[in-house]
């Protein structure tokens, strides 16, 4: 995705430097960069989160917004569980080559892998609670991603702000009455509580799987590549591990390239270990994420906390 154009030296510089296991920012080819996480901040949806991996002005910037609405069952759905339904967009400003139609592929490969990775079995959150009346009604949740900016690792990062906005999602609760006609048939009706105070959260969000890409570089690989390294970037690879340290999902990207076998192996190991540090340092700074969102009167719906983020 990179159109960074590089230097044969400094191809060679990069490649040379992921073999040995060092990096030019100083990182190990396994290392992440700093995670910014800040949740709530749309006051319109039922939840919202934006995560920036790297620093301000050179760093991955994506913000998820989920909405939740009753839709009314159709013949040929499921007929007892609700569904997701996934947007990712990204900003014509976020990368050169995105301007006018030149971020429709990406946005497709992204929405696709999004759509696979929550609306399996490996998804996490309980379908079935997002059915209100069975062949009748349910909830479905949209979540449509932006993406603000792009320095590498868009897969992870949009992973970690989905994940960050469902798990501090709340839908409006629902009372399902039966009753009974002049015919004796029995009919369910439900009534949506409209009270932001009497909300319940997604049953099982805490189960969504993170992502971890590998970016094979020379003979070795990395994770978290910055611009430079997808510039010389021969094969990638996601892998979606839950916090059970399952793979849920694998999606090889469009570079022509595939990986060896031994390699491949190795990764998918090396994915699981690394899911398990990932999970704990999800924790850490969701919760301090949720802690600073406390902490403000009105989460931010404008423009106003691009600065403070």
């Known amino acids: 995705m990179a159109s960074l154009t590089l230097s044969p030296a400094e191809q060679d510089y990069i490649a ?4 040995k296991g060092f990096r030019g920012d100083g990182r190990s080819g396994l290392d992440r960069r700093e995670v910014t996480l800040r949740t709530n901040m749309i006051s319109q949806a039922n939840g919202s989160a934006r995560c920036r991996t790297g620093y301000l002005g050179i760093g991955t910037d994506v913000l998820v917004g989920v909405k939740a609405e009753v839709c009314s069952w159709k013949p040929g759905e499921p007929e007892d569980r ?12 976020a990368a050169q ?11 497709v490969e992204l929405t696709q892998l999004l759509d ?16 209100i009346i069975p062949k009748q009604d349910y909830w479905v949740l949209h979540v449509d991603a932006l993406v603000l900016d792009v320095k590498g690792s868009i897969v992870d990062t949009l992973m970690w702000a989905t994940r960050a906005a469902l ?18 048939n029995v009919h369910s009706e439900f009534d949506v509580v409209d009270d932001a105070e009497d909300q319940v959260p997604l049953e099982g969000a805490e189960n969504l ?7 094979q570089i020379g003979k070795r690989y990395a994770i978290d590549a910055s611009e430079q390294e997808e510039a010389v970037t021969q094969a990638r690879i996601t892998v ?11 999606q090889k990207s469009g570079l022509m390239r595939g990986f060896p076998p031994s390699l ?22 969701f919760t301090a994420a949720n802690a600073t969102g406390a902490a403000d009167d009105e989460p931010s719906t404008g423009s106003t906390f691009l600065g403070t983020f």
Do not use: H, W, Y
């Open 82 to 93: 609700g569904t997701i339904i996934c947007n990712v967009e990204c900003s014509p400003s």
């Open 116 to 131: 696979r990775i929550l609306n399996g079995p490996q998804c996490g959150i309980d379908l079935a609670k997002l059915c």
């Open 209 to 215: 799987p993170l992502t971890v890409t590998f970016n």
């Open 167 to 184: 798990l501090s999602s709340k839908r409006p609760k629902v009372v399902v009455e039966s009753m009974k006609d002049e015919d004796g």
């Open 240 to 250: 979606a591990v839950s916090p059970q340290t399952e793979i849920c999902a694998i």
């Open 97 to 107: 080559e995105f301007e006018g139609r030149g971020a429709e592929e990406l946005n």
């Open 264 to 285: 491949l192996s190795e990764i998918l190991k090396t994915a699981c270990r690394i899911a398990r540090e990932e999970f704990s340092r999800f924790n850490d700074i």
């Open 16 to 19: 040379c430097g992921i073999e």
